[in-house]
């Protein structure tokens, strides 16, 4: 398996565009989460997706991030309109039903 | 968020030290998961502890999952270059996986 596979690696954004970021979980994982990682604070729980359907969204900052899981094989993370405090690497992870975590390689997102 | 408090927060140490660090929760976990983070990578799992009291080693790396299950310690016996990185422990009482704050080790050849 590839692992999981998020794009694109990095993204450069002006202040109030919108960002998207894209995550393909392993295969056969039942668990999706959405991390973000600053020196400031750390790794940071966004969001988390349980069989496609999210389960605790309470570390979403704001209303300007959403969200979403159509199938079992893709997620995406959204910003709307982004700004320069996002910046930010994010990951995404996936782990099965018993088992731990695996991270992506995660997205370095800069907004300017 | 709600995080573990890790510690040390960084350190420089000689290569072929030993290393030593730690991590405390005010709650309970059920598992203790120790992760690695290369630059530009996102984190790899090391160990995972299961049951208090556990002992686990792969390799160099041995880690424990306190007995009060508040916490747990990671050591790097005989360090080298290669394991500069950071490390960072979870807390999983559920699937919300809980991070701590990291450990940032550099290795002096």
């Known amino acids: 398996d590839a692992g999981v596979i998020q794009s694109p690696r990095h993204e450069v954004t002006e202040m109030g565009q919108e960002v998207t970021l894209r995550c393909k979980p392993i295969?056969?994982?039942?668990?999706l989460f959405w991390y973000r990682q600053t020196m400031m604070r750390g790794l940071e729980l966004l969001i988390y997706f349980n069989n496609n359907v999210p389960i605790d969204d309470s570390g979403m900052p704001e209303d300007r991030f959403s969200a979403k899981m159509p199938n079992a094989s893709f997620s995406t993370l959204k910003i709307q309109p982004s700004e320069p405090r996002d910046s930010a690497v994010y990951f995404c992870?996936?782990?099965?039903?018993?088992?731990?975590?695996?991270f992506g390689q995660g997205t370095r997102l800069t907004v300017v | 968020g709600q995080q573990l408090n890790q510690s040390p927060q960084s350190m420089f140490i000689q290569e072929g030290e030993d290393v030593s660090m730690n991590c405390t929760s005010s709650s309970i976990f059920n598992t203790w998961l120790w992760y690695k983070q290369d630059p530009g990578e996102g984190p790899v799992l090391l160990i995972a502890l299961y049951k208090a009291g556990e002992l686990t080693s792969n390799g160099r790396l041995t880690a424990q999952f306190g007995i009060t299950r508040k916490d747990s310690f990671l050591n790097i016996s005989a360090s080298i270059p290669s394991d500069v990185g950071i490390y960072f422990c979870?807390?999983?009482?559920?699937?919300?996986?809980?991070f701590g704050t990291g450990t940032r080790l550099k290795v002096l050849a």
């Open positions: 979870a807390g999983l009482p559920l699937y919300k996986y809980i």
């Open positions: 992870a996936s782990n099965p039903d018993r088992g731990h975590a695996f």
């Open positions: 295969s056969g994982h039942d668990y």
